[in-house]
């Protein structure tokens, strides 16, 4: 915009005209133009190359984008992988992995092993996605990707093969548009699926080495019969907060998941990255570790994490690995008598989904809960009333409504809290009480709490359906939702 | 005797957020059964069940004595003995 020719320039041009005293300076305004006028070619020529590369660019990644798609299984039942066989070197490999080509212990044998090697992603999120671009810079052969979701805003804090722009793809055709970025010479397999157990050993047949990335109990378990019964290795990595554990099951004579792990932990006590939080780096440390497991076993560099249990410790900042039992002879999968010789269903053996999702729960009848446009009418109309908010202060900090008090669901139950309730209640002269939460479910919970240690009161207690989340959705759009 | 019970991996959220603590046990001869009533209690602050099922931890739970999984080192009979490092961990299922 800067060069634009300017109004006095015309101006000087048309006064100039026939004027002899102006002779010079016509002269000079003409040097000016001319100079201004090359500059300007100069610059177009300089936009149009840049809008020539642009559009190359683009038209590249679209093909990257049509390739990728082009390849996405969404039926896994009889999908035809070639098998992936060793091949020399050649020159563009040679010079592209020569940092690693002249570490003896790993050469280019070892660059030969991995670029033969498949490996299976499952599941591309915190985990998935640090391991499949590490695995991918090294020269792994072929990355199977699997994720049934898509891309959400909330992911990109840790799961950074995903942009801003991918939000809603499907996070396994985002992947591998990443990896391709980086590395397109690695043979990239995206199945948008839900690993279930009659797809888990179709797929799983086609690779040498799977990596567990997943986030919930049923598929790590599914995962480790899968393995067990079609005889795979397994990278299995896990975090949450501020904390990642790692190990190899299934490998030379170690444990299975099932040999440390018999009978699934109660669905209570299992919490998920959405509920428990998880600062990025930390699945970002683990998932690096998971590739690195996965070119140690592809290559036979080195001795793999296979009866031992690394643990993390972001805050302490320690890694720490712990020796574990070897399979055991009684395990129900790899034992000597195995009595599960096909894959079962796995939600019903764990007692929860194989999602890390958060499910709506009804615990309370439905006189005992309010909608959100109903709550609004208690507050527009200025109904007496006491709302507590049973979430974590923490929480608070990111959003509340005015004028409630709170109390953590923990915390609801102890005397001083009861007191606090029972102060508020007599000073606003009410008997009716809302809790809310983030979601809905927390804050049934509160009310069957409340309901027994306040049922001398005669209280009124509801909750609000759907919680901050709903009233964000539905009634204050500045609200943030989290 | 002094030992050093851990808790890690969201187990620590059963012993009041804190994960180490160093204790004093009276007497001398302490198996791992003994020790896990003792923690119910002494430490366990609300919930007992999400620590204990029957007389062994609930799933989910693996015991490390001195870094080293308890089936290596007979399980509930193990006996402790001074300055043992025992490390409750849950395993965590986040990706």
């Known amino acids: ?482 | 005797m002094k030992v050093t019970l851990e808790f890690r991996g969201g187990a620590e959220l059963l012993v009041n957020g804190v994960a180490q603590h160093p204790v004093d046990l009276d007497g001398c001869k302490w198996t791992v059964a003994r020790l896990l009533t003792w923690i119910q209690d002494n430490l366990i602050q609300e919930r007992p069940e999400l620590f204990l099922q029957g007389d062994s931890v609930r799933p989910g739970i693996l015991v490390l004595i001195n870094d080293t999984d308890w089936e290596l080192l007979g399980e509930l009979d193990y006996e402790l003995v001074e300055n043992d490092n025992v490390l409750f961990i849950s395993t965590l299922h986040g990706g």
Not at chain 1, 40 to 58: F, G, P
Not at chain 1, 109 to 137: D, W
Request: glycine share 8%.
């Open chain 1, 1 to 482: 915009m800067g060069d634009r020719v300017k109004v006095e320039d015309v101006n000087v041009i048309r006064e100039g005209a026939g004027e002899r005293k102006d002779e010079k300076e016509r002269e000079k305004n003409g040097e000016k133009m001319a100079k201004k006028r090359e500059r300007l070619i100069e610059e177009l020529r300089k936009k149009e190359s840049e809008n020539q590369d642009l559009q190359q660019k683009l038209e590249k990644r679209e093909e990257d984008v049509q390739a990728i798609l082009a390849k996405l299984i969404q039926d896994p039942t009889n999908h035809i992988i070639p098998d992936k066989h060793q091949h020399p070197l050649n020159h563009r490999e040679v010079a592209r992995y020569s940092r690693q080509l002249i570490l003896p212990e790993f050469g280019p044998e070892g660059q030969r092993k991995l670029s033969s090697t498949s490996v299976l992603i499952v599941g591309c999120g915190g985990l998935g996605c640090p391991a499949a671009i590490y695995l991918a810079a090294a020269g792994v052969g072929r990355l199977g990707l699997i994720d049934y979701d898509t891309v959400e805003l909330n992911n990109l804090h840790r799961q950074i093969l995903h942009t801003e722009g991918r939000v809603g793809v499907a996070k396994a055709v985002s992947i591998a548009l990443s990896v391709k970025a980086l590395n397109s010479h690695v043979e990239l397999v995206p199945y948008e699926v839900v690993l279930t157990s009659q797809v888990a050993l179709t797929i799983i047949s086609k690779y040498d080495i799977v990596l567990d990335c997943t986030d919930n109990v049923a598929t790590r378990y599914l995962l480790n019969d899968a393995c067990v019964l079609g005889n795979k290795p397994l990278v299995s990595g896990s975090a949450l907060r501020y904390e990642g554990q790692l190990t190899v099951y299934h490998h030379n004579g170690g444990p299975c998941f099932r040999c440390l792990h018999p009978k699934p932990p109660p669905p209570e006590t299992v919490t998920n990255c959405s509920d428990g939080g998880v600062l990025g780096v930390v699945p970002g440390m683990i998932g690096c570790l998971q590739a690195l497991e996965a070119i140690k076993l592809a290559s036979g560099l080195g001795t793999p994490l296979s009866r031992k249990l690394l643990l993390f410790d972001a805050l302490q900042g320690t890694f720490r690995t712990v020796k574990l039992r070897g399979g055991r002879s009684d395990c129900e999968v790899c034992g000597e008598t195995p009595t599960i010789t096909k894959l079962i269903d796995y939600e019903q053996f764990c007692g929860a989904a194989a999602t890390d999702k958060e499910k709506g729960v009804q615990l309370l009848e439905a006189d005992k809960r309010v909608t959100v446009e109903e709550y609004r009418d208690v507050r527009v109309k200025d109904t007496p009333h006491l709302l507590i908010d049973v979430r974590l202060p923490v929480e608070l900090e990111i959003c509340a409504l005015p004028n409630c008090i709170n109390i953590p669901l923990k915390q609801l139950g102890k005397p001083n809290s009861i007191a606090v309730i029972e102060e508020k209640l007599s000073s606003v002269r009410t008997k009716s009480i809302y809790c809310v939460c983030r979601r809905g479910n927390d804050s049934q919970l509160a009310v069957k709490q409340l309901e027994s240690t306040l049922s001398e009161h005669g209280c009124q207690i509801k909750d609000i359906i759907g919680g901050l989340t709903a009233w964000a959705n539905k009634i204050d759009p500045t609200l943030p939702v989290y």
